[in-house]
C-alpha cells in the first residue's frame, strides 16, 4: 500500500523509473483512475461485474460442454454425463451410445452421485452453492438443496439417509439430511476440498483435498485426507501425504484385495531450482495408497507410488476407480491424454515389500510404475472422470476438452469407440487455447501443463517455487493466479513481461517448459482461453451487492485518508493508492516498499491483484504470509505496507471483512 522511494529521490521521478505498463502512466493519470475507483459505488468498486472475455464480441462463441465427472445406473444402461460447462446434466444410453436426455442443473455443476436404489442423482453445482436432487425416472429436479460454498465432491451414505458434499471454497463439508433437505452439520476439511468416497463397508467418507495445508514457503507441502466416521459424524482422521499437493478422485480397493484407497497426487519439488526439469526432476505424478487403520484409534498408513515411467511423465492424474472384482484399477493422466491400467495383484506384491518402518520409501522411485502398470491406452483430450460397468466388462472416461467419451474393452484393454457428446464442433482460438492449456506434452519428457500448476482451470496452487534466477535458490516467490488478469499487465512479480503472449510464449518455453514451446498460432490461442478465465462467485458477498456492518467499517478503512488520532496518511501510502477498485485492485505497477528479503535479487515487486483474495492464501510475494492477518500483524511492523500500526485488533478484522468481498 505504500510506496517507499529511495535515495531521496522525488516522487515523479521514482515513479518513472518503477513503472513498467504498457504505456506511460503519469500521476495525474494515477489521481484519475483513483476517482473513478471511489466514486463510481461500493458494486464496482469490489469488481463484481464481471468483464467482458476475450472474443465476444460480434457472433457468440459455441458454448462447449466440458465433461467433468460420471456415474453409471445400478443395470448399466444409462452413463449420466456432469457438463461443467453447459450447467447440463446428459444421460446416454451405453446400448446405442447416443444423448438421450438433456437436464438442466446450477451453475458450473462438478460433481455427482447416486443414491443407494439408483432412484436419485446429486449434481453439485459449484457457483450456485447447491446440489441438485433429480429424480431418475422422470429427470427432473424435484430439490434444490443448499450446502457450502463452491461444492464439487458428493456422496450418500450407505442407507442413503444423508448427503455429503466437499465445498472448496469453504474448506469444510455439509452433511445434508435428505429426509428434511437441510444442512445438519458442517465439518471443517483440508484445503479446498474436492472428492470425496464412501468406503465399501459404509463407515467412512473419505475427502481429498486439491491444496496442501497452509505453511511456510520453504517448507514442502503436505496434504490432508480427511476421513469422517458416518455414524458419529465426526471428523476422526486426518491422514497426511506429505510433498504432494492436488490430491484428486479416490477409489477402492475390494477387501479382499487389501481395502485401501488409491488417490492420485502431483509431488511438487518446488524448492529445487526450476533447472531441474532438464533432469526430469520438477514435479512427479503418482498416487497415494491410503490403508485404514486396522482398529479403532489406530493411524492410516500412507505409501506413495509414482506412475511415471523414468523417460516419460504422465502428468496431472485425474480419475480413479477400481473394477468390481478387484483385478485392474484405472488412473486417468489428464495432461498426457491417457489412462494408465493397474494390475493389483502386481500392486500389492510390490506394497507387500514395503518396511512397517519406512512407508516413503517408493516415495521418489521413478522404476516402480513398470512393475504393475500394464498398460497405458490413449484416451482424448484431458480425461478427468472413470467409471466402470457393473459386470466389469467396459470403462468409461469423460474428455473434459474434447465433449466426449471414451469405451474402453476392459477384457481387452483397447479403446473400442468414442460416444461424442455435442455433435460436430467448431473450434474456436478459445477452445484450442484450452486444450494447450491442460497438455503436458509441449514440456520436457511430458512433465507438466499450465493446468499442473495452476489446477482447478486456473487457480494458483498455493506453492511458492523456485523459478529462474541468476542465482540458483534465490527469488523464490508464490504462484499467482489466472482468473481475471485479462487487464493487469505487466505479468510477474517483478513485471518483467509486458503482455500474456510473451508470459506464455518465449518465457514458458525458456525456463518453464525447458522445450521448444508453443508456436505463435498456439500463443495466441492459448492467451485467449487465460483471458476468458473468470472468477467464481463471491461467498462473501451478499445479496443485491450489500455489505454487512463489518465489511462497511472496514470499507471506510480501506479508503480512509487519516489516522485513528486525526494525522492525515500522504496519499501514496493509502491503501486505494496501490490498490485502485478499477484497475481489479493494482496500480500496475512494480514499485519498493521495502519488504523484499535477503533472498531477493528484486527489491520492488508489481502490486498484486486483490480479486477473491480471501481464496488465495498463502500472501505476499514469497508466500510468507499464511494469512490476511498476518500480512499486517507479522510483515508490517514499519508500515512499509500500508499505515497499520494505529489499528486495533477489531478495526483490522473489519478491514479483512471487506478485503473478502472484493
Known sequence: MKESWANGASTRSRW??????????????AFLVLALGVG????????????????????????????????LSPNGRWLYVVCQNADTLLVVDTRTQQVVERVPVGRRPEGIALSPRGKTLYVSNEWSDTVSEIDTATLRTVRTLRVGSGPVGLTTDRAGKFLYAANTLGDDVSIIDLSSGKEVKRLSAGHFPEYVALSQDGKRVYVSNLLAQLAPPDDPPTSEVTVIDTA??????????????????IAQVPPAEGGYFLIPFLQPHNLIPLIQIRQDWYVSHGMAVVQPAKRAGGKARVVEILLDDVDRDYADNFGAVVTPDGREALVTASGAN???????????????????????????????ARKFVVRRIPTGREPVAVVVSPDGRTAYIANRTDDSVTVIDLRTLQATSTIDLAGRETITARRRGQQLFFNARF?????????TCHPHQGFENGLAWSLETPELGRDVVENKTLLAIKDISPYKWNGANPNLATQDGPRTAMYIFRSQGFGATEVRDLVSFVQSLRLPPNPHVGPGGNLNERQELGRKIFFRDKTNDGRTIPLNERCYFCHPPQTHYTLRVVVNVGTSTSLDTNQGFKIPQLDSIYMRP???????????????????????HGVTSDMNKVQLNDLIEFLKTM
Open 16 to 29: 518513472k523509473r518503477e513503472a513498467t505498463l504498457p504505456r506511460r502512466v503519469s500521476l495525474s493519470a
Open 40 to 71: 463510481h459505488g461500493i458494486a464496482k468498486a469490489r469488481g463484481q461485474a464481471s468483464l467482458p472475455a476475450a472474443g465476444n464480441s460480434g457472433a457468440p462463441s459455441p458454448r462447449y460442454l466440458d465433461p467433468s465427472a460420471l456415474q
Open 232 to 249: 458419529k459424524q465426526e471428523v476422526v482422521d486426518r491422514v497426511m501425504v506429505p510433498g504432494t499437493i492436488e490430491l484428486r478422485r
Open 338 to 368: 491417457l489412462v494408465s491400467v493397474i494390475d493389483v495383484a502386481k500392486l500389492n506384491r510390490l506394497l507387500s515389500r514395503v518396511p512397517a518402518n519406512d512407508p516413503g520409501v517408493l516415495a521418489d522411485r521413478l522404476d516402480s
Open 443 to 451: 514440456s520436457n519428457q511430458g512433465q507438466l501443463a499450465c493446468a
Open 618 to 640: 498463502p500472501y505476499l510475494h514469497n508466500g510468507e504470509a499464511l494469512t490476511l492477518e498476518e500480512i499486517w500483524t507479522k510483515y508490517n511492523p514499519d508500515d512499509k
